[in-house]
């Protein structure tokens, strides 16, 4: 959508309805979702770690005074959308079942930290982890995962207002979930989209998430909230439909060629219509999940870790 800037902080959508917008969208600045009827609210997803997610606390009492966040939907697993949950003791925090699953066998913040804080090692893994984890605080996070659970669909109320909860993974992760409110139009997607960044599938299958983006467009929102990057629309999530698409055919043309998937992701063989994209050589984690899809592996996340790291353009 046009207008609306990128710019860190609350951006109101619709009527009791913001997005939390956290440039420049690369690992670990992703986006959540305010929406709030009467004096109830409802967080879609938190942040990488505690003191992101205090400032995203007092963008909401500035924009809903008085408003008691009762439910916290997190989107997937990823640490990044849902290390800040303990913050909000008081809520019910929703997720999918495998959702659930992941948040505890998932990378944990104290892994993390050793992967990326100051003593991690003298490699170009540990370089890479540095330059793009090394700003965020992964000290004495408790991960709370979520308190209520399901497969599918669930639809909650808040106060008047009808919330769909749409289990749309595996894709991007295992229990991706999309929340749509039909009354604004808005669909928050978590990272079933990345804009202006490369998407890294973890798991796949591919067709899955592809199915995610059309069940998008089924829902006709005329705004979609990415997981990372700006507010787009229709046409963005067709955008990175194409996007998908592309992987899925190349995936199967360079397996079936017998190339390595470091050689299939290597940011060199993008076409020039995603060659602008930020974080080109996460497409070699894209591939590593498209070539399991296709009987390779399994691969090692550490191993697939260094080749994306040695994939990076510099
Ligand atoms: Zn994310």
Redesign the pocket.
């Given at each position: 959508m046009g207008g609306l800037e990128y710019r860190r902080g609350m951006h109101q959508l619709g009527r009791g309805t913001w997005a939390y917008l956290s440039p420049p969208g690369t690992w670990?600045w992703?986006n959540c979702g305010l929406l709030v009827d009467g004096a109830h609210g409802l967080l879609v997803d938190t942040q990488f770690d505690l003191p992101l997610t205090r400032e995203l606390l007092a963008a909401v009492a500035e924009v809903a005074p008085g408003v008691e966040i009762s439910t916290v939907v997190t989107t997937?697993a990823?640490g990044?959308?849902c290390w800040g949950n303990e913050l909000l003791p008081r809520a019910e925090v929703v997720g999918s079942s495998a959702c659930g699953l992941g948040m505890a066998h998932e990378v944990q913040p104290a892994e993390l930290a050793a992967l990326s804080g100051p003593g991690s090692p003298a490699t170009p893994l540990g370089d890479y982890m540095r330059r793009h984890f090394g700003a965020f605080d992964f000290e004495g996070i408790t991960v709370t995962p979520p308190t209520r659970t399901f497969t599918g669909q669930l639809d909650l109320a808040l106060g008047n207002r009808r919330v769909e909860l749409i289990e749309v993974g595996p894709a991007?992760t295992d229990g991706d979930v999309i929340v749509h409110m039909p009354d604004v139009g808005v669909v928050f997607a978590?990272?079933i989209l990345?804009i202006g960044g490369h998407p890294?599938m973890w798991t796949g299958p591919i067709r899955n998430w592809i199915s995610a983006c059309d069940r998008i467009a089924e829902t006709g929102a005329d705004h979609v909230v990415p997981?990372?990057g700006p507010v787009t629309d229709q046409a963005g999530v067709a955008v990175f439909r194409g996007y998908l698409e592309w992987v899925a055919d190349w995936a199967r043309k360079a397996y079936g060629a017998g190339l390595p998937y470091w050689e299939a992701g290597d940011p060199r063989r993008l076409p020039a219509a995603y060659a602008g994209w930020g974080n080109p050589e996460r497409l070699v984690i894209t591939m590593a999940a498209a070539y399991r899809e296709l009987g390779d592996g399994p691969h090692e996340l550490l191993d697939v870790l260094a080749k994306t790291a040695a994939a990076e353009p510099r």
């Open positions: 670990g992703s997937h990823n990044d959308h991007h978590g990272d990345f890294i997981g990372h």
